[in-house]
């Protein structure tokens, strides 16, 4: 018997782990992103470092793509209207076009593309360490989802 | 990654990712105004509905891999 209004200990553990996991979750996002910003581009650290990562990823989606598929429900997807996709595919494209444009275009220094606009955030090390933990982050989603 | 941007160059390219991003924010609005038959769907509808496919899964994990190397690494 527990007292009234305590939890049980079941559930207290579920929370102490939930947290724990969080905790862990945000020092590792916290610890590669200030590892990556303290490397360089063009680099051998920055190279490994990036390398390692992405592979470990890359590992867990392969992984969770494999569980995935035992347990994938076709009839389960989300139905769209496809007219509505217009809209959404129209943005897509302008950005593609635009990217590609600068790229084979020789035309980048009129028209940046948007890595020439994050390089200049990068520049400063805690925008960097934030935009490496939000990659982490992201892949990390992609490949446990 | 190696162009530094300076002065105009740097607002052209400011200008059209800002109309992007507004575009994107008004997309996300107007796909959750409520009481609206033929709305957009929502950024969160899409990705439900294509990652549950193994191939834009795998385009997806492909896409933010080639970020990383071309943001962090070159």
Redesign the interface.
């Known amino acids: 018997m527990h007292p009234a209004g305590a939890s049980p200990p079941a559930a207290r553990h579920s929370l102490v782990a939930r947290v724990a996991l969080a905790a862990t979750a945000t020092a590792v996002l916290a610890g590669v992103g200030t590892a990556?910003a303290a490397?360089r581009?063009?680099t051998w650290p920055?190279?490994v470092?990036?390398?390692g990562?992405?592979i470990a990823?890359?590992l867990a989606?392969a992984l969770g793509?494999v569980a995935?598929?035992r347990r994938?429900d076709?009839t389960?997807?989300?139905a769209?209207?496809g007219r509505?996709?217009v809209?959404?595919s129209a943005?897509v494209a302008?950005?593609v076009a635009?990217e590609l444009s600068a790229l084979f275009g020789g035309v980048?220094?009129?028209?940046?593309?948007?890595?020439?606009?994050?390089?200049?955030a990068?520049r400063v090390d805690a925008a960097?360490a934030a935009?490496?933990a939000l990659?982490l982050a992201?892949?990390s989603w992609?490949?446990l989802? | 990654?190696?162009?530094?941007?300076v002065g105009s160059?740097?607002a052209?390219?400011?200008t059209?990712?800002s109309l992007?991003l507004a575009?994107?924010a008004g997309?996300e609005l107007a796909a959750h105004r409520p009481g609206r038959p033929?709305?957009?769907?929502s950024f969160g509808?899409?990705v439900?509905?294509y990652?549950?496919?193994?191939a834009w899964?795998?385009l997806?994990?492909v896409l933010?891999?080639y970020?990383?190397?071309?943001?962090?690494?070159?």
């Open positions: 990556i490397t581009t063009f920055a190279e470092l990036t390398g990562v992405e990823v890359a989606a793509a995935h598929r994938h076709p389960r997807r989300t769209l209207d509505s996709l809209v959404w943005v302008l950005v635009w980048r220094h009129l028209h940046p593309t948007l890595s020439s606009l994050v390089d200049t990068f960097k935009g490496a990659w992201l892949g992609l490949a989802r | 990654m190696t162009a530094v941007l160059d740097k052209i390219g400011l059209f990712w992007v575009t994107l997309l033929g709305r957009p769907p509808q899409l439900s509905r990652l549950a496919h193994p899964r795998a997806a994990v933010w891999l970020a990383g190397w071309h943001l962090f690494s070159h």
